[in-house]
């Protein structure tokens, strides 16, 4: 009974590239959110996202990021032409319902050089 | 006024002693509230959650939750090394969860 898969746990980008995050959720799962955390900060909401439809994007930068959850496959969390601002742990989460717990991943940690 | 409230600590507890966390919330319509507890350089992991005014005990962990004063807490029982964390108190709104900044606990051997 898996839970939350996140990956990669770690990756390092420079100034400039892209990176992509992926989440797959639990079994059964149909509703992902995707958060940020800064050094000695709380958790930042991003995005919600359901299959193929995201229903709530308003703690998502308005450039450079965009969020996916497709019929097919992990969702995605992707960050154009990152910068160092954008070094972060990037957690997502999942649950059977809005209403619902939700189940975290163990993040991935992006580093910009 | 933010969203949801925490005292970021550190709280120092000594070990055997009850630790108590509080939380405020500003949105009166909020109706489920939870306790994550999140180690460093981990990812969050659930403690407790209610919907209901009144207490919910789960082993050494009891949550408290007050509508009328939009106020939560996390009461930690006999409190161990282990629980050295930080506590992050969340609450829904419409359909997200908001998270405060959590407090750190520190628990003195």
């Known amino acids: 009974n898996a839970g939350v898969m996140q990956n990669p746990r770690h990756l390092v980008r420079r100034r400039g590239q892209e990176a992509r995050l992926r989440c797959s959720p639990m079994?059964?799962?149909?509703?992902v959110y995707w958060y940020r955390q800064l050094p000695e900060e709380g958790l930042k909401f991003m995005v919600y996202?359901?299959?193929?439809?995201?229903?709530?994007e308003s703690g998502m930068p308005k450039e450079r990021f965009s969020a996916e959850f497709p019929k097919e496959g992990p969702s995605i969390l992707r960050i154009q032409q990152v910068v160092r601002g954008d070094s972060a742990a990037y957690f997502c989460a999942s649950s059977p319902d809005v209403k619902r717990t939700q189940h975290f991943g163990d993040g991935t940690r992006l580093s910009i050089l | 006024q933010k969203e949801v409230e925490q005292n970021s600590g550190p709280l120092s507890v000594p070990e055997g002693a009850i630790a108590s966390l509080n939380c405020t919330y500003s949105d009166r319509g909020s109706q489920s509230f939870f306790w994550y507890r999140q180690y460093s350089g981990k990812s969050p992991e659930l403690i407790m959650f209610i919907y209901s005014n009144g207490d919910k005990e789960d082993g050494r962990f009891t949550a408290q939750l007050n509508k009328a004063s939009q106020y939560v807490s996390l009461l930690i029982r006999d409190s161990q090394p282990s629980d050295s964390a930080t506590y992050l108190c969340a609450v829904n709104r419409d359909d997200k969860i908001i998270f405060g900044k959590g407090t750190r606990l520190h628990i003195l051997p």
């Open positions: 079994k059964g799962h149909s509703h």
């Open positions: 996202l359901q299959k193929e439809n995201i229903i709530d």
